[in-house]
């Protein structure tokens, strides 16, 4: 049976379209805007927008299950009304049309963001309260907001399974990633300084196989965190030195609470200079939080496994070396 991916040209979209390609899976990528991570897949590609209940409807007929990637992310604390249109309507939509086609199952991707942090000295599990107050970076917001619905309708009797990655990175990453960007910079030696603090970083592939165990396997209604490893900043950019052999050390390693300090500059030259900042309030208070994201329920009970940390980076870097962006930043 046909399954579609929403979300399908983003880094992890296009991972697990190829994981369902290898599987012999026909699959139909919903695509928006950009489609350079799936142009040459032999999939069915269909226009769409999450934003437009009908063209969800017409993408969703016949289909048997839905993956439903589709999100904006954004590293800023101003972006609530976009985040609020993609990431809640959008999943509002994503729900109806499921109901409205008469989709078997629909696999959310919410995210580790959606769950609460606190307390940092005890292990994140799905247990975890979903985030909720207007101090929160808009994008936790959003995500919590949006597993609201989902859970709603796992509540009204929907078939739903719901995963919680942590922060996925590995190849196929076309835009790239906001970690995607900052491996490059370490990498190239133009990133200018590294901080303290760290995330749990986890394989987009290793992500797109726990998906695809949760759709062939889980109940309905189950919840799973698809995590990674815990790595700091400074040990990404040891680790990255070790793997192409160029001295990455030498940097002056901000401490977080000061960065946190020169934060508001960072934003405020980038918006002048036009670029992406990769240092911003948000992404500060993420490499703070909390460092021990339990896997241990999928990996009880969908047999899923990450795969270590320094062979996605190498297949990382290796990935960006082949499609010209070390290249170009050098």
Not at 190 to 218: E, I, N, Q
Request: net charge positive; glycine share 8%; aromatic share 8%.
């Amino acid at each position: 049976m046909t399954v579609v991916v929403t979300g399908a040209t983003g880094h992890i979209g296009a991972n697990l379209v190829r994981a369902l390609i290898d599987k012999g899976t026909p699959t139909r990528c919903l695509m928006h805007k950009s489609h350079r991570a799936i142009d040459e897949l032999d999939v069915e590609k269909v226009h769409g927008d999450v934003r437009d209940l009908d063209s969800l409807c017409k993408a969703f007929k016949g289909v048997d299950v839905v993956y439903h990637l589709a999100a904006t992310i954004s590293l800023s604390m101003a972006d609530w009304p976009r985040l609020e249109a993609i990431n809640v309507g959008g999943t509002k939509n994503v729900i109806e049309a499921c109901r409205k086609t008469g989709v078997r199952r629909l696999v959310h991707f919410s995210s580790i963001h959606a769950l609460t942090q606190e307390p940092l000295d005890i292990p994140v599990n799905e247990e975890r309260e979903l985030a909720s107050g207007s101090r929160l970076p808009p994008y936790d917001r959003s995500k919590a907001a949006g597993e609201r619905l989902v859970r709603q309708a796992i509540a009204d009797g929907m078939n739903v399974v719901i995963i919680y990655p942590t922060a996925a990175f590995g190849p196929y990453d076309y835009m790239p990633s906001f970690f995607g960007e900052a491996l490059i910079g370490i990498a190239c030696r133009t990133l200018p300084a590294y901080v303290t603090g760290g995330f749990d970083w986890v394989d987009a592939r290793d992500v797109a196989h726990g998906a695809m165990l949760a759709a062939a396997k889980a109940p309905a209604g189950s919840r799973y965190l698809i995590s990674g490893h815990w790595v700091s900043m400074p040990e990404v950019a040891a680790t990255i030195g070790e793997i192409i052999g160029v001295n990455t050390g030498g940097k002056f390693v901000c401490p977080l609470w000061l960065a946190h300090i020169g934060a508001p500059f960072i934003e405020s030259y980038s918006k002048i200079s036009h670029k992406r900042p990769l240092y911003t309030s948000v992404s500060l208070r993420a490499l703070k939080s909390n460092k021990n994201i339990s896997h241990e329920k999928a990996t009880r009970e969908l047999g899923y496994q990450p795969r270590p940390f320094r062979e996605t980076l190498a297949d990382t870097l290796k990935w960006f070396e082949e499609n010209g962006n070390l290249k170009q930043k050098k």
